[in-house]
């Protein structure tokens, strides 16, 4: 337990301004109770976010931290100062306002944001986190109002271990790393892709209980090839073209190397990586240390978990689906490859496996005479004499409706970021020859989704089962109200890194993954109403998570990649890790 130090004392240093090293401490009284012990006092405990207790400071601490008159006399409890929150939150009416917002609470008052949003966790995570964290990334630099994180550019590629020793918290179990290339559907975002490492990290203290104070998101700066921002005048990142090839390749060794230095046992995670150095990367370093690619592995377990309930709902096997995934990016063949692992636990070969998919990108279906598919789409690729006896649209190009025609699949994944792309007519023939067809529609943000679930259920008359990458109103079908899974990585990496820190795993294996994606299938409401959804509602995430790091634990214990093996009950290990959002009382050095 003293080795992860989640309820260790902890000594915390921050940098202040010109100020010296300034530190706090979390200790344990003779009663066992927790306070912090600081030196720290006045308006500057009010600008620290991981300290700053606003109107709940009490009398004591007013008087003893310099605080009197700094604060209105009115002395607040938690919970009256989340309703007072929650009101404002109500007040904001457009979705980059309420975003803006809750990052305005999270950066004055850590506690409060964090209790807030647990307490409406369904309806704020999708404005920190998917969908309209999109809309705040496009929106970043003229925005900006304060800095979180860490900026490493590629202009000071020479200086990353000094500015790493710049982070304010101290001992760190996660770091959210994103060079900004591929973000959700919108493509190169550049330097605004720093909010999805902050907001990945919300997510993982808010599901998964990781404490926040040990945490660090991170973008490195590798320009933009977005024409866009290095045009816009108030763009904040390197206006230089996107490095490539070996420069960015030596980029990222010195990154790693630098992390694996100052944090020999860190659960590394990936995200919004473009396809081609997402998948380069994670295989570089996947077998060095703990490392993890939410886009591909993520993706592919939330995924696979959904099709696997949907499966198991019909009375059928994986194995016996027929599979077309709409979008042969880092998404589209993450998830294949994840499905592929699924089908080979059932016995098949890897060939078998990979035999039961249909894969499209922009050239259409993917044909191995296709000369320009990347390594990773190679393996996806049909044989051409397959399809000599089609009957095709057009012989230039073999679309989406062409393969629902001619192959009658089981299964429609859609990870295209191409709004509207499975049509009523390719729907309406999916579904004349599948009695329950499964279709995953997981695009986002919202505006890029395949189809709305809304018109997949009208095109099937009910029969559909459905999932989202964004997040849907329930709708109302034949007089029933009806929720709508969605696919929300959410469920898959909070508790897959608390199983990872608990154990301080060495590295984070396949069958680790498959460990995540059972535990989460475990979850789904379909398995005991063939009605339901697909998957569970985000209000169970933190259940989830904590049931889902057990398993992970265990996988990871079984394997002899721990380098911790907790003592006595493994689910009390990990529920006493996880960080709860609370004020604790503060006393003077």
């Not at 601490?61 to 008159?69: D, Q, T, V, Y």
């Not at 060079?179 to 998964?208: F, H, N, R, S, W």
């Not at 473009?274 to 592995?297: I, P, S, V, W």
């Not at 997981?442 to 099937?460: G, H, K, V, Y």
Request: hydrophobic share 40%; proline share 4%; charged share 25%.
């Amino acid at each position: 337990m003293m080795g992860i130090g989640y309820n260790a004392p902890q000594k915390i240093k921050l940098k202040w301004g010109k100020c010296n090293m300034l530190d706090f401490k979390k200790c344990r009284d003779e009663n066992g109770e927790e306070f912090i012990l600081t030196s720290i006092a006045g308006k500057l405990l009010l600008g620290i976010h991981q300290l700053n207790k606003g109107t709940a400071f009490s009398q004591e601490e007013r008087h003893e931290f310099n605080l009197s008159g700094k604060l209105p006399a009115r002395i607040e409890t938690l919970e009256e100062q989340i309703k007072r929150s929650y009101r404002q939150f109500e007040a904001y009416t457009g979705d980059l306002k309420r975003n803006i917002y809750l990052n305005d609470l999270h950066d004055t008052n850590q506690v409060l944001f964090y209790k807030l949003v647990s307490q409406h966790l369904a309806e704020m995570i999708p404005y920190i986190y998917t969908p309209i964290v999109g809309t705040a990334v496009k929106e970043f630099s003229t925005e900006f109002r304060r800095p979180r994180g860490l900026y490493l550019s590629y202009l000071e590629r020479d200086k990353m271990e000094e500015i790493l020793d710049n982070r304010s918290n101290p001992e760190i179990d996660v770091i959210v790393v994103t060079d900004g290339e591929a973000v959700l559907g919108i493509g190169d975002q550049g330097i605004g892709a720093m909010d999805i490492p902050i907001a990945k990290l919300m997510v993982y203290t808010l599901c998964g209980g990781i404490d926040p104070n040990r945490t660090l998101p991170i973008q490195l700066d590798v320009g933009t090839n977005n024409e866009k921002l290095l045009n816009d005048p108030f763009y904040l990142g390197w206006r230089h073209e996107r490095l490539q090839g070996k420069e960015y390749d030596d980029f990222i060794d010195s990154f790693v190397s630098a992390i694996r230095k100052r944090f020999p046992n860190v659960f590394l995670h990936w995200e919004d990586f473009g396809r081609d150095n997402a998948r380069h990367n994670l295989e570089r370093y996947q077998d060095k240390m703990c490392t993890f690619n939410d886009d591909m592995q993520g993706t592919g377990v939330v995924t696979l978990a959904a099709l696997l309930a949907a499966v198991h709902a019909k009375g059928e096997q994986l194995k016996d689906q027929r599979i077309v995934v709409f979008g042969g990016g880092t998404a589209g063949t993450g998830i294949s490859d994840q499905i592929v692992d699924a089908l080979k636990h059932e016995g098949l070969t890897e060939a078998e496996a990979r035999a039961r998919f249909w894969m499209l990108d922009r050239p259409g279906l993917l044909t191995d005479d296709m000369t320009t598919l990347n390594k990773f789409q190679r393996v996806y690729a049909r044989p051409v004499q397959e399809i000599t006896d089609w009957r095709l649209e057009n012989n230039n190009v073999i679309t989406l409706a062409d393969v629902v025609r001619n192959i009658q699949p089981t299964v429609l994944v859609g990870c295209s970021a191409v709004a509207g792309a499975f049509t009523k007519e390719i729907i309406e023939d999916m579904a004349s020859n599948v009695e329950r067809p499964i279709i995953l529609a997981l695009s986002n943000p919202t505006e890029r989704c395949e189809a709305t679930p809304q018109d997949i259920f009208a095109w099937t008359n009910g029969k559909a089962m459905v999932a989202t990458g964004s997040p849907f109103n329930n709708i109302t079908f034949n007089n029933s109200e009806i929720r709508i899974a969605q696919c929300n990585n959410a469920f898959v990496f909070p508790g897959l890194g608390l199983g990872l820190i608990a154990t301080k795993a060495k590295r984070m294996t396949d069958e680790t993954l498959w460990a995540a994606c059972n535990a989460l299938t475990e979850y789904a409401p379909i398995k005991k109403n063939p009605t339901a959804p697909l998957l569970p509602s985000l209000d169970q995430a933190r259940e989830v998570a904590k049931f889902m790091a057990v398993a992970v634990a265990k996988q990871v214990i079984k394997e002899g990649n721990a380098l911790i093996e907790p003592e006595g009950d493994l689910e009390s290990h990990i529920e006493k890790m996880m960080w709860e959002p609370k004020y604790l009382k503060y006393k003077r050095k």
